[in-house]
């Protein structure tokens, strides 16, 4: 199993990034995915989940209206567009999916 995110970077606040993460080594139709996120000296935390169809997400109150889960089977992708980004969404991204995790990617929101 391999989950790789992408798209990380240094972003001014009100800026927006799309986060990708491409999945290999399971069944990705069949299951559902979710992002997290870890600041620094702060615990992971669940950012956003979608289902295995796309069709049913949910987000962290912190996130919501500003962020959009989204997956694309066709290429074993999930997405996640982050817009209005907020100095305190500067965080490692990781996405997960069947009980493995990516290694992460860096979103810095910063002037």
């Known amino acids: 199993v391999q989950l790789v995110e992408s798209g990380g970077g240094l972003v001014q606040p009100g800026g927006s990034l799309r986060l990708s993460c491409a999945a290999s080594g399971f069944t990705f139709h069949k299951h559902g995915m979710s992002w997290y996120r870890q600041a620094p000296g702060k615990e992971r935390e669940v950012v956003a989940n979608?289902?295995?169809?796309?069709?049913?997400?949910t987000y962290a109150d912190s996130v919501e209206g500003r962020f959009t889960i989204s997956r694309d089977n066709a290429k074993n992708t999930v997405y996640l567009q982050m817009n209005s980004l907020k100095p305190e969404d500067t965080a490692v991204y990781y996405c997960?999916?069947?009980?493995?995790w990516g290694q992460g990617t860096q979103v810095t929101v910063s002037s």
């Open positions: 997960k999916g069947s009980g493995y």
């Open positions: 979608i289902n295995n169809v796309g069709g049913w997400t």
